[in-house]
């Protein structure tokens, strides 16, 4: 941003700078620019305590940001700093580096200056790479498996439709949960691969048992945010899987998230659309986890609306009069808009009343 703005001789003007406060910092034995805007220092901590580096590492960021916004005026300036102990001398550089990159990165995410490498990150790491590695095998040997999460009528309590989950199994046993996956699939890409996998298990199920069920039975299955990069892509396989299995459209609905639609407005009407063609119901999900607007409702051509699992957490758990009042509104105006509403999280009669 400085570069654009201000130019590179400023950029870099601002990079010596960091430099001298990192090179002239007590605690340091050695500092280099490693690359782009990311420097190295190796510092001696013999007579420091974690807390007592972080403290040292906090006023250095503070001195390097004033110094940097009263010289050059630039209102928004921060530095994130990424730890890694070097607890064995014959550890290789490479390592260390790597380590205290992660570290770095972490502190971006989480928004804290500065991340210290641990025993904890080192097992999240081994644990992702093994699950990034294992993925193509996975998907192979059919490890993903689907499961129906039932959706009850509460006018009858009958089961009027299910949403299609994905676990991963190997030998009957959940290997890991969705939670830890499937965010790192979406990151780099991978989930694409498993949303069609989802979609052709679904629809073999449905060739093979559509006329055991009821005649308005219906499957929801859920559509990942990446899949809007590339709308008439995703719309067009969407076609081919349908041919290719003889599926009955109107036994299908496909979820998309609000914050899909809010992120991505032209995208998502352009695979509502082309669905629509095919007689496919659309479900809003998440509605009610942070984006939410009545706007929304009007703007797109849904069927259902999904209440995110917070609203109801918030009735049964702290009774929250207000919160109950909006879902009751919620439901009223759908309904008058012709659109079903389902609400995530009703187990127990308590949360049906």
Not at 13 to 20: A, G
Not at 287 to 294: D, K
């Amino acid at each position: 941003y400085i570069n654009d703005k201000y130019g590179y001789s400023l950029g870099n003007e601002i990079l010596n700078v960091i430099y001298e406060e990192l090179a002239g910092a007590s605690f340091t034995v050695f500092t280099t620019r490693f690359f782009s805007d990311v420097f190295v220092s190796i510092a001696d901590i013999t007579d420091l305590t974690n807390e007592a580096l972080l403290s040292q590492i906090s006023k250095l960021d503070q001195q390097i940001n004033q110094r940097i916004r009263n010289t050059y005026h630039v209102n928004f300036f921060r530095t994130n700093s990424g730890i890694c102990f070097i607890q064995d001398a014959n550890t290789s550089p490479e390592t260390v580096l790597s380590c205290a990159n992660v570290a770095r990165r972490l502190s971006k995410k989480t928004l804290l200056p500065c991340c210290i490498y641990s025993e904890e990150i080192d097992r999240q790491e081994k644990m992702q790479a093994e699950i990034l590695h294992s993925f193509h095998l996975a998907l192979k040997n059919e490890e993903f498996q689907i499961y129906f999460q039932p959706k009850v009528s509460p006018a009858n309590g009958k089961i009027s439709s299910a949403e299609i989950l994905v676990r991963w199994l190997r030998n009957g046993e959940i290997l890991w949960s969705p939670a830890v996956y499937i965010p790192l699939f979406e990151q780099n890409g991978f989930v694409i691969s498993l949303d069609y996998y989802v979609y052709e298990k679904a629809f073999q199920w449905l060739q093979k048992f559509s006329g055991q069920l009821p005649a308005d039975f219906r499957i929801s299955l859920n559509v990942s945010p990446q899949h809007f990069e590339e709308p008439e892509i995703f719309v067009k396989k969407i076609r081919e899987l349908i041919l290719t299995y003889q599926v009955d459209t109107f036994r299908l609905t496909f979820e998309i998230t609000e914050s899909t639609y809010v992120n991505n407005t032209e995208a998502v009407n352009r695979v509502i659309r082309g669905l629509k063609k095919h007689n496919i119901q659309i479900s809003m999900d998440d509605f009610g986890s942070g984006y939410s607007s009545l706007n929304t409702l009007a703007d797109l051509e849904i069927d259902e609306l999904k209440l995110d699992r917070g609203f109801l957490m918030k009735v049964a758990q702290e009774g929250n009069l207000k919160v109950k009042l909006i879902m009751e509104q919620i439901v009223r105006v759908t309904k008058r808009m012709g659109i079903d509403t389902v609400v995530e999280g009703v187990e127990t009669e308590e949360n049906h009343r």
